[in-house]
DNA sequence: GTTAGCACTCGCAATGTTAGAGTGCTAATC
DNA sequence: GATTAGCACTCTAACATTGCGAGTGCTAAC
């Protein structure tokens, strides 16, 4: 479709684009690449390249910038992802490793490490529930009147949550409570566990009508969080700092990140292992001039969460994707070792 | 010390500037306010207040704006904090009591609030540990080779981590772990537990090596959690897009937010119940053009944690004050009442 | 297909101009 | 002695003007 030395010259604007944030023009894309010819040639391939859409001028006056569809062409053809150096990946490995107690721990660490090392906005999903079942609940006494319950589920997460008791919590409360609320609840998915299921379940223990309705609402609470897949952001600030993204897109990225559902759902909407949405390509307002790159992590080779970068349209692909990459598998795999129950 | 003619003008000069945002002139202040002389002599004041440092002209054909100064006489005496409306104060009475099930939970919703109220960002920090000591531990079983450690402190605070084991957990080893280490570290002061204590502790129990690193590593680390003071932030965002805030303030706040230690030290420093900090009464280069309202709750008559609000240096003292202090008083009086052990 | 040459376009920054808001000062007035 | 009217003055923001330079497109030659 495109010339050997078209492509050339795309990329070779491309990069000066990301590198600049200008408008490249002829002349200074011949001096800083190896292309040998002269600059009536290059702007004959510009004026090609601006005609098929892979470039726009922003005035006459100025050089020529990558398009979305030239960039799209660039990320999809022109380049692949650089795996960070040795020694970065290890650093990586040695503090995801140490986060590997809690997978939102590791989450956590992840998204942190992504963000420090690419300078944007990173961001991390735990994976989904999927059709997670309760598999036990346990009741702790944590003051007179406060008792905290801890729901693991099938899948081996687990959730904690304090609840206020109106009258002294005794251990032979907590026995009752543990014991009947197992019995009724155990192997129930956690998508059932919703209003007018706990209601039939509250009918049936009379004697402790006092203490279980905070109870069940405390579990329904839980139930509901283990059921949502959680966010872990880092570095959005470093957006409002970092020179080469510009006001707007930070602005848009950071009112974008702060509604979480939507976040949840536009990355866990991808299916390939890895890839980049630039611009338009998010389909949200707040993201025109923004790029997201996401890979969704496997855990004992199953789609689960996922991994990703929000940062300036100009970004480093290469090295964005490469470490968005590198981590997402680093991820899946402390995960699958994980898996345990 | 200022007549009271002056003191009207200047009042007048710091409302409109909070309004506006622009130098207030002579005339426009008296077509705005109530005042009946002419242009001529609120010009003579309003240079007698420039020259005393409460009043200054960005260049000489603009009004006045209020100095850092004259905002500080302002706060000082010219106004009083306007406690929120009774509607505003239902809904969030009714709010921080449905989240009273944890201190941590309370002022999460506390911050929601007071940043919703006002369209600022809004903190709040739970109550300074003080020498709080190990209450009691637990340790539930949540997967073959997971354990949660749950941690109840002296003040009734409580807090859970998750950790591995090397070998599968059985209910006999819970049972040794929470009776030698409720043993070894009930009563201990947080603060104590440290790696060198730990390590001796570690010594004594041989026949768990395999499993006490792992619980010791846990316990340190939660007890080092307990005893700093946890910040909730909430519509930090909300400061990029709302207009009367300048890029430059929002930055700053959004900068100097993300150092938590930093804001704990801000907020804990001050004594007097609500106060309010103006540009750089706060000696920190990022709030130059910003103003910070805190207020100190208390639990049981005691000073514990803070409740603050970051805006812009003009914003609207009278209602902000107002709102952070009635919602301090409120999130004090709930934790008040939640305190049990 | 490639290149040299040249006229042309257009944004940007520097400069000039103007209108208006607001001031300070002085002298008259209460 | 405080207040006021009047007036000349200052300074910015907004707009128009200009020149420069980067970069282009086109044409004709290679």
Redesign the interface.
Known sequence: MLTDRKQKILKAIVEGYIQTGEPVGSKTLLSETGIDVSPATVRNDMADLTTRGYLFQPHTSAGRAPSQKGMRYYVDNLMSPVTPPERVRDYIDAKLSAA???PEQLLREAAKLLSDYTGYAAVTTTPPSGDARVHRL?F?G?????V?V?L?TSS?M?R?????SNFVVTNEVLEILRETLNKALSGVPLSQINKPFMQTVAASFTELFLVIPQALT?IMEIAASAQVVQLCLSGE?KL??APEVD?VTS?GI??F??DTEQVAKLLLSQKSSLCAYLGTECRRAELLTAAVICARYEIEGTTAGAVALFGPGRMDFADAMGAVNYISQSVGDLLSE?V??
Chains 1, 2 share one sequence.
């Open positions: 590997a107690d809690t346990h702790i944590t003051g007179r009147h406060t905290m801890v693991v081996g687990v904690s949550k304090l609840f206020r405390a600030t409002l700092f006001p602005r950071l009112g990140l702060s994980m345990d129950l």
